[in-house]
């Protein structure tokens, strides 16, 4: 008996070490290592964005040539628009969007793009979602992707030359009077940006205050009666589908001249503008501001350009 026990013995002591051995082995494979270049197959190589806001700032990274799908409506910068396109920003659609085989899905936090994120997640696809409803969060949102994609040191640029640019802009409105802004989203009806919108946020960061007092929603209906209270200095509204801004500005030159007595229709500040650049919280925002700043205080520029044109 004691002849087979030293053998057993060994072959028991041999075994647990081989496994220990395995077991250590198996062990680093699941240490995973910071890719030394954005080609590491660790990155996500084939990218859907399914917001236009998000389209621009995943190409303004230089992630243009990971971009697989898009949502429609997005088409700038103009390759943009040549990229496939997998439904709308308020209806994605899921099967274009695993029929382009993607490693990452980046989407909006909302309840339509969050029901569409939800079941990507299920189904085993990589999800990042992000909130981007003021300033502060498109900056957030910009790092984000950045560390999502390998693109960190290029998004904190990004957000340190927005931030710059806005800081600015801000500057040479420290000393404006505050003009009272009304902000028509659309005619008819005629509905407005109430102060609980990240609108409001861009017309103080312009230099301007809303006509506009506390309202329940976010872009509510106004009567006649609370136009000619508002006292607006300057109207901003958006331009809508393709027709031409000029166009657009004539027509509403024409239906503001009902209230002949609201300063901004006495001295003339109406002002139809292309709104991508300035309702797309994106990299253009500095933009966006700079044109809502020439419409509310021409007088701290030295160049004035069209305000009427589009920023691109």
């Known amino acids: 008996m004691r002849k087979l026990f030293l053998p057993l013995a060994i072959a028991f002591v041999c075994l647990v ?4 051995a395995r077991y250590r ?10 890719p030394q270049s954005t080609n590491s197959f660790s990155w996500p190589v084939r990218i859907v964005s399914l917001a236009p806001n998000i389209t621009e700032i995943l190409f303004a990274l230089g992630l243009g040539d990971r971009i697989v799908a898009v949502s429609s409506g997005s088409d700038y910068p103009p390759e943009a628009d040549a990229k496939q396109k997998v439904g709308t920003f308020w209806r994605p659609n899921i099967e274009d969007i695993i029929a382009s085989k993607p490693d990452l899905v980046v989407t909006l936090w909302f309840e339509q793009q969050k029901a569409a994120a939800d079941t990507l997640n299920r189904l085993g696809y990589q999800v990042l979602s992000l909130k981007a409803e003021k300033v502060e969060e498109l ?6 992707i950045g560390a999502a994609t390998s693109c960190q ?25 505050r003009v009272k802004v009304l902000w028509v989203v659309q005619v008819e009806p005629l ?14 960061l312009a230099g301007g205050k809303n006509a506009i007092g506390p309202a329940i929603g976010q872009y509510p209906s106004i009567s006649t009666e609370e136009i000619l209270a508002c006292g607006a200095e300057t109207i901003i509204q958006s331009s809508m589908g393709t027709g031409s801004i000029a166009k657009q500005q004539q027509a509403a030159q024409i239906y503001w001249s009902r209230w002949p007595n609201l300063p901004a229709v006495k001295n003339k500040r109406i002002y139809v503008i292309e709104p991508d650049t300035i309702l797309r919280l994106g990299p253009r925002l500095p933009q ?25």
């Open 153 to 177: 040191q290029r998004a904190d640029e990004m957000v340190k030359d927005i931030t710059n640019q806005i800081n600015d802009l801000q500057s040479r409105f420290t000393s404006a009077n």
């Open 191 to 204: 509905r407005v940006a109430a102060p609980n919108t990240f609108i409001n946020g861009l017309i103080e």
């Open 288 to 312: 966006g501001i700079e044109l809502i700043g020439r419409c509310l205080h021409p007088d701290k520029f030295t160049q004035i350009r069209d305000i009427t044109q589009q920023v691109r």
């Open 17 to 20: 070490i081989f496994i220990l």
């Open 25 to 34: 082995q198996s062990s680093t494979n699941y240490i995973v290592s910071e």
């Open 139 to 144: 900056l957030t949102a910009i790092q984000k």
